[in-house]
């Protein structure tokens, strides 16, 4: 018996693909209107050759509203916008791999969905950290280069993963640690390979939970690195060595041991 929900477990409809890719289609060009309109306008030299300082508000023309704002209210729209369509761009790459591999699952529709909204956010909290940083404590929105905090957003927004794992670390050493709770910690487990069997050099799909952290595959006394990780499946290649038998990951939290044995052709 498992507890393992069916939910979402069956491969995507054409339909569900089509209207995914048009959403997030839609709304990384809705981005790419905003950082543009929202960009802050460079000075113009005077008569004297002399430029002044960044205006402190401008207008942002959107379909249907232009609001005037200021500098600094444009550097937060800039930054999340970029993080964004950072993540729309992780989004589109995952989802036209997984479909041309037809292998993606409803139950990862929802993810590609809200990635931008998590790349956004990501990327005003990480802006939020590092303002301190990239001006002086006297200094104002004049002094930040626009290009240097858009970049810094769309590779949070890409990266998103990683920057929240980077930040879990960093204040982890600041802060005390917080106790783990029963669900927190899940014991990773495997519920199915693909495919059963092959030769050496085979391409295996391991399906299970608490993947995340695996750090290698053992099949028999052979080991192979695993690949394209997340917490519900990793990849890993049939190594030269390996034995027929149920191939076991290894992780922090303990191995995991397959359902069934793997046949090495």
Do not use: C
Request: hydrophobic letters at 45%; zero cysteines.
């Amino acid at each position: 018996m498992t507890n393992e929900s069916s939910v979402g477990s069956e491969y995507a409809r054409t339909r569900d693909i089509v209207a995914a890719s048009v959403l997030l289609l839609l709304l990384t060009g809705v981005l790419v209107t905003v950082l543009v309109q929202a960009w802050p306008p460079a000075p113009a030299a005077g008569p004297d050759g002399r430029v002044p300082p960044p205006a402190s508000a401008s207008t942002v023309h959107l379909p249907g509203w232009s609001p005037r704002v200021s500098r600094e209210a444009g550097l937060f729209v800039i930054v999340l916008a970029a993080g964004a369509l950072g993540s729309a761009v992780h989004a589109l790459r995952s989802m036209y791999w997984y479909v041309g591999n037809r292998s993606l699952r409803r139950s990862w529709l929802m993810m590609y969905l809200f990635l931008p909204f998590v790349g956004a956010l990501l990327g005003l909290i990480v802006y939020l950290v590092l303002r301190g940083g990239l001006t002086s404590p006297t200094g104002g929105a004049s002094d930040i280069n626009p290009y240097g905090i858009t970049a810094i957003a769309a590779l949070v927004g890409l990266f998103s993963r990683e920057t929240a794992e980077k930040l879990r670390t960093v204040f982890a050493t600041l802060l005390a640690p917080a106790q783990q709770g029963r669900d927190q910690a899940l014991a990773p487990r495997i519920t199915a390979i693909e495919p059963a069997s092959g030769p050496v050099g085979t391409t295996v799909t391991i399906h299970g939970a608490g993947l995340a952290s695996a750090t290698r595959v053992r099949f028999g006394g052979a080991e192979s690195p695993v690949m394209d990780v997340t917490d519900a499946r990793l990849r890993t290649t049939v190594p030269p060595g390996a034995l027929t038998g149920r191939p076991i990951v290894d992780t922090p939290g303990g191995p995991a041991g397959a359902p069934e044995p793997f046949t090495v052709a």
